[in-house]
């Protein structure tokens, strides 16, 4: 069975799912909770990735 390819989100894609992640925990007055914690991480791990891999294209 063939592997799917995924097209790698902009880094101004993940920006906003960060964004959108700290907002509705702002909105309820609480701090993240450790499912959103972890989806944190992995979304500034891909972002800085995804800013880096920018850099190198455009250098």
């Known amino acids: ?3 799917a390819h995924r ?3 902009s880094p ?3 920006n ?3 964004r959108t992640l700290w907002a509705r925990a702002g909105e309820q007055r609480r701090p993240l ?3 959103e914690q972890r ?3 992995v979304l500034v791990a891909a972002w800085a990735e995804a ?3 920018g ?3 455009a250098a």
């Open 55 to 57: 850099q190198g294209l």
């Open 39 to 41: 989806i944190y991480q």
């Open 12 to 14: 101004d894609a993940l």
């Open 16 to 18: 906003d799912a960060i």
């Open 51 to 53: 800013t880096q891999a």
């Open 7 to 9: 097209e790698t989100p």
């Open 33 to 35: 909770t450790a499912d």
């Open 1 to 3: 069975m063939p592997v």
